[in-house]
């Protein structure tokens, strides 16, 4: 993985027409245009990363190929060599197979689709005149989903995302089997569509996963459970466009969207138009019909290293079981930019790729739950992988008394000092945008507790501090026009 610098050495202006590229062996995105064609002044530069696609699914003979940058300088055509250096062998091997039916009848020429890793579209087949199908894979992890028109998206074993998905383990001496039992789409008014962009270009990208999930940033402990909601998520894929619509809701209501795409880190949608990675700091989108434009910007994924982390993740600090549907991130405690990411498996274990050399935190991301923070490591030549990171997801809790209140206030939290949960309260006057955080003494945010649109009223508030070491701590209620911060103290 490298970055290419294009620079015009000569004294008039170059025009770049186009830049081709085996896209069965190399991504190559764009860091300073959007569209061709590319004019670059004397002594400027433009650049290009350059990425393996689909590094899994390639052999020996593919150890070579060549980018043709088109120009109307003296050398009309530019090559770019490109060779890899194979370090590790996927061999095929593993079959895959099941079938894909709906409640009455099984499904022909339903669409079936192979994430290496849970993210990387690898391949993709079609089911038989009677609903099944067989592929055979590369060794390795992966999320498999089906499709057919009229029908919502399933991933396996019977789950609405990729975020509740589990990973098929496809190895030769154990041929595995998912099966699909689709659900009809109710048809509805109800419905949202936009585009996914590239934040730093702003080309829209296509082949990216849009998911839709119930929730506002009001969570409860009933919300922040692991399946009492009966409400459904929904998931798409963006068209060649970059274009994503969700049809046929099933109820109206708070939903958060949220993106992902190969090479990239995913995202939520906000009406700021960033990139997001923690729900907190996403919109929520109130579905009331069909909703527009909800576009979602995504940052891309720098992560171009030799560094692993492992490690578990907990629902729960006193017991030993384990939890997926979250994501955990990589962030750089220098520059605070986010490296790879991972799924939780079903297990528990999680194992994040690819970092640099530096040093790092986990952050967790899952809705209705706090962010969870591990302690720092350090990623470097001495220590390329680093093992046994402990996680722990625990559910945000708040309560809302509506009442007429004129007063901005927050209460010194109870009990205090605490070990590890304590109560704060606070009230505002008005509907407005409300933030609670907290901070360690040197001025860093250890957590963010609320972020969003509040209604007049008395609020409590449970913050679990598990993941913090004992010390004083501040906590800091924010909106528009006021701001009050108050001391807490931690001992363990």
């Known amino acids: 993985n490298n970055t290419v610098q294009i620079i015009n050495r000569s004294i008039t202006e170059i025009k770049i027409d186009s830049i081709h590229f085996d896209s069965s062996i190399l991504y190559v995105r764009n860091n300073n245009f959007s569209q061709f064609p590319i004019s670059i002044e004397p002594d400027s530069s433009i650049s ?20 043709s940058i088109f ?12 060779s890899i250096n194979f370090q590790m062998i996927h061999r095929m091997g593993g079959i895959l197979s099941g079938s894909v039916r709906d409640s009455l009848s099984y499904l022909p020429g339903a669409k079936v689709y192979f994430f290496f890793d849970g993210i990387y579209l690898t391949d993709s087949t079609i089911t038989d005149n009677n609903g099944n199908y067989e592929k055979e894979l590369r060794y390795g992890n992966y999320f498999v989903s089906a499709k057919k028109d009229g029908y919502y998206i399933q991933y396996g074993y019977l789950k609405d995302s990729p975020l509740d998905a589990d990973f098929i383990d496809i190895r030769r001496e154990t041929p595995r089997t998912v099966d699909f039992i689709l659900d009809a789409e109710v048809e509805t008014d109800l419905s949202i569509s936009g585009f996914v962009h590239d934040i730093v270009s702003d080309l829209t990208l296509s082949k990216a996963i849009v998911v839709v999930r119930k929730g506002d940033h009001l969570p409860t402990k009933i919300q ?12 798409v894929m963006t068209n060649s466009r970059g274009e994503f619509s969700i049809d046929n809701i099933q109820i109206g209501g708070n939903y958060y969207l949220q993106a992902f795409s190969q090479y990239y880190i995913p995202g939520y949608f906000n009406n700021m138009f960033r990139h997001e990675v923690l729900w907190q700091n996403g919109d929520s989108i109130d579905v009331a019909g069909f909703e527009t434009g909800r576009n979602i910007y995504l940052d891309r994924d720098s992560s171009f290293g030799g560094g692993l982390a492992r490690g578990h993740l907990r629902l729960n600090n ?14 750089s405690t220098s520059n605070k930019k986010v490296y790879n990411f991972s799924f939780s498996q079903s297990s528990g274990q999680f194992g994040l790729p690819s970092l640099p050399s530096g040093t790092y935190n986990l952050v967790t991301d899952r809705i209705g739950f706090e962010s969870s923070i591990s302690a720092e490591f350090a990623v470097d030549t001495t220590q390329d992988t680093v093992e046994n990171i402990e996680l722990i997801l625990l559910p945000t809790s708040i309560e809302h008394t509506p009442q007429k209140v004129t007063t901005f206030n927050l209460s010194q939290n109870y009990p205090n000092p605490f070990n590890p949960t304590t109560t704060i309260e606070f009230t505002i006057s008005k509907n407005e945008n409300v933030s609670l955080v907290i901070y360690n003494l040197l001025g860093q945010k250890v957590s963010e507790l609320l972020n969003g649109n509040y209604t007049s009223g008395s609020y409590k508030i449970t913050f679990d501090a598990s993941q913090l070491s004992s010390g004083i701590y501040i906590y800091e209620l924010r909106t528009a026009s006021n701001v009050i911060a108050k001391k807490m103290e931690l001992l363990k």
């Open 48 to 67: 290009i990363d350059v990425l393996l696609a689909n590094y899994f699914t390639l052999v020996g003979d593919d150890s070579s190929t060549v980018i």
């Open 71 to 82: 120009n109307n300088s003296r050398d009309t055509i530019k090559y770019v060599n490109v």
């Open 224 to 235: 922040a459970s692991t399946q009492i909601d009966p409400l459904r998520d929904y998931t």
């Open 318 to 331: 006193n017991q030993s079981d384990s939890s997926n549907n979250a994501i955990i991130y990589a962030v």
